[in-house]
């Protein structure tokens, strides 16, 4: 079995700053590309960040020059850093994760969410 499991959300005021950080655990050989979604009340999830195995990054336009993703392979856990927050992002934040377990077979993973608020 595989988890992941995110952590750092929180009520923020406009301007500030959060990082998230995303863990994967279990019967892990290699996690692909990592993602962050987010889904806002009313809306469908979207893309937020990407970030692949050897490091490259794909953002959406609404939080380029804001956020920042990283990984830490050796930990199999990616993070996103927020700044400068807006209220229009405040939604539920979702990791992805594509990872190929010990048996080899490959699954993509869903966290449960954490809530980022940022009050108008």
């Known amino acids: 079995q595989v988890q992941v499991v995110e952590s750092g959300g929180g009520l923020v005021q406009p301007g500030g700053s959060l990082r998230l950080s995303c863990a994967a655990s279990?019967?892990?050989?290699?996690?692909?590309?990592m993602a962050w979604y987010r889904q806002a009340p009313g809306k469908q999830r979207e893309l937020v960040a990407s970030i692949t195995t050897n490091g490259s990054t794909n953002y959406a336009d609404s939080v380029k020059g804001r956020f920042s993703i990283t990984r830490d392979n050796a930990k199999n856990t990616m993070y996103l850093q927020m700044n400068s927050l807006k209220p229009e992002d405040t939604a539920v934040y979702f990791c992805?994760?594509?990872?190929?377990?010990?048996?080899?077979?490959?699954?993509?993973?869903w966290g449960r969410g954490t809530q980022v608020t940022v009050p108008s």
């Open positions: 279990g019967n892990i050989f290699n996690i692909y590309t």
């Open positions: 992805f994760a594509d990872v190929k377990n010990t048996r080899l077979r490959r699954n993509e993973y």
